[in-house]
């Protein structure tokens, strides 16, 4: 079964919210850690900042790779927003085009 066009397009834009809120959340939370250590580097590094910031990382790679330091001190920080949303929309339709071939496949073989 293959969905609709309008079916996609939404869950996709629903994937990619849901990326870059869970992005938003996990940097921030690991940001928090990071600030408490520039105070005191000898504070106690706890494991979930740890495996926030694997998250983060994780799920900010395709931007990572395309963002450089010259970049951001030379170009726009508009640049750098629209870039986000591209990578958020990039794993947003990945994944929703990984779940529809599943689906696909899973009513083509059941």
């Given amino acids: 079964m293959r969905p609709s066009k309008k079916k996609f397009i939404l869950m996709g834009l629903v994937m990619s919210v849901a ?31 740890t495996i926030t910031t694997r998250i983060t990382n994780c799920l ?16 726009p920080n508009f640049l750098e927003w629209i870039l986000f949303i591209l990578n958020s929309a990039l794993w947003g339709f990945g ?4 779940y529809c071939a599943v689906m696909r496949r899973k009513h083509r073989t059941g």
């Avoid at 994944?95 to 990984?98: D, L, P, S, V, Y």
């Fill in 19 to 49: 990326h870059a809120a869970i992005w938003f959340i996990c940097f921030m939370h690991a940001w928090k850690h990071t600030s408490a250590r520039f105070d005191n580097p000898d504070a106690w590094i706890p494991k979930h900042y």
């Fill in 60 to 75: 900010a790679y395709p931007l990572v790779a395309l963002w450089t330091p010259w970049m951001g001190r030379h170009m």
């Fill in 95 to 98: 994944m929703t085009f990984i």
